[in-house]
C-alpha cells in the first residue's frame, strides 16, 4: 500500500493550496480517508476526512470553513482544499486511510487509521 501526498509548500497568509493524495496498493472505495498535519514539537492533528462514497466530511473547528475535502473513487485520490491560509496551519500534512464499514463514523484519531503517506511540507508565512 502507498499513499503519496502532494501539493505542499511556501505560500503566504490568505493563500490557498490545493493537497493531493494518491493511493495504491488498497481497494480505495472500502476506506474512509484523513488528512493530519503535525507542527514542530507538537502532536499529530486530525484536520479533516471524507467516508468511503464522499457523502460524509468532517473538519477539525480550526479548519472549519476555511479548508474542504473530497475524494476521486475512480482515480483513487484525495484532495485537501486549503484556503485562507495562517501562519499557524504551518506543518507537515499527512493523508492516512481507514478500513471502515459504511455506518462506521470517521474516526478522528491517528490510531484508527491503517495507511499513512510520507507527509508534504506547507508552509505559511505572515
Known amino acids: 500500500v502507498q499513499l503519496v501526498e502532494s501539493g505542499g509548500g511556501l505560500v503566504q497568509a490568505g493563500d490557498s493550496l490545493t493537497l493531493s493524495c494518491a493511493a495504491s496498493g488498497l481497494t480505495f472505495n472500502v476506506y474512509v480517508m484523513g488528512w493530519f498535519r503535525q507542527a514542530p514539537g507538537k502532536a499529530r492533528e486530525f484536520v479533516a476526512g471524507v467516508h468511503r462514497r464522499g457523502q460524509t466530511t468532517i473538519f477539525a473547528d480550526s479548519v472549519k470553513g476555511r479548508f474542504s475535502i473530497s475524494r476521486d473513487n475512480d482515480r483513487e485520490r484525495v484532495y485537501l482544499q486549503t484556503n485562507s491560509l495562517r501562519p499557524e496551519d504551518t506543518a507537515v500534512y499527512y493523508c492516512?486511510?481507514?478500513?471502515?464499514?459504511?455506518?462506521?463514523?470517521?474516526?478522528?484519531?491517528?490510531?484508527?487509521?491503517?495507511?499513512w503517506g510520507q507527509g508534504t511540507q506547507v508552509t505559511v508565512s505572515s
Open positions: 492516512a486511510a481507514a478500513l471502515a464499514t459504511l455506518a462506521a463514523p470517521i474516526p478522528t484519531t491517528p490510531s484508527a487509521y491503517d495507511y
